[in-house]
């Protein structure tokens, strides 16, 4: 979460902005493909069309579709809304059959105050990536589990090359996550 202070004019925030500072309750815009957020005197607003001519002489035109949203929450509940907002649940419908795996259950956790933003097949096609981020701006320590034994972890850059050996304690990797780090 990036804290700025009012400004007359239109800035970039990746998905929301809460109006009225850094408090308990607040008002907040949420979008899904919008990015230019305004909040000036206690009043918010997101541009929804270009139309300028300079420098961008092809400004938005034809059909634009977005999603815009009002909330009403904490910080902390803001993010998390944004979240849910723009990367709703998809889920597909199956066929009746028996199964062996229990009703319920948990196959992944992440524990800490950070942002899971991706979970995938490792491009070497040996394991899985997850890639996580602070948004608080405050350096803390998150610990991954999966339903598997862990055989090893890596801290690696966003090209999958490895810089680091991660630790695995109590079955869970430990990750340091930097203030403001991928």
Do not use: W
């Amino acid at each position: 979460t990036l804290v700025r202070d009012e400004l007359p004019h239109d800035v970039p925030c990746l998905s929301y902005l809460g109006i009225g500072g850094n408090t308990k309750h607040q008002i907040g815009i949420v979008s899904d493909t919008k990015y230019g957020f305004r909040n000036y005197e206690s009043e918010g607003s997101l541009t929804v069309l270009r139309t300028s001519y300079d420098p961008d002489p092809c400004g938005d035109r034809g059909d634009c579709l977005f999603r815009i949203g009002v909330m009403a929450a904490s910080t902390d509940e803001m993010r998390r809304i944004s979240s849910e907002f723009n990367h709703p649940l998809i889920y597909m419908n199956g066929t009746g059959h028996k199964g062996t795996l229990p009703m319920e259950g948990t196959a992944f956790k992440v524990e800490g105050d950070v942002v899971t933003s991706c979970i995938k097949h490792s491009e070497n096609g040996r394991g899985t990536t997850v890639r996580i981020f602070d948004d608080l701006g405050a350096e803390q320590t998150a610990y991954i589990t999966v339903k598997e034994d862990i055989k090893a972890a890596y801290l690696t850059d966003s090209n999958e090359n490895v810089i680091d050996t991660l630790p695995i304690v109590d079955g869970k990797v430990v990750v340091k996550v930097p203030a403001k780090s991928v």
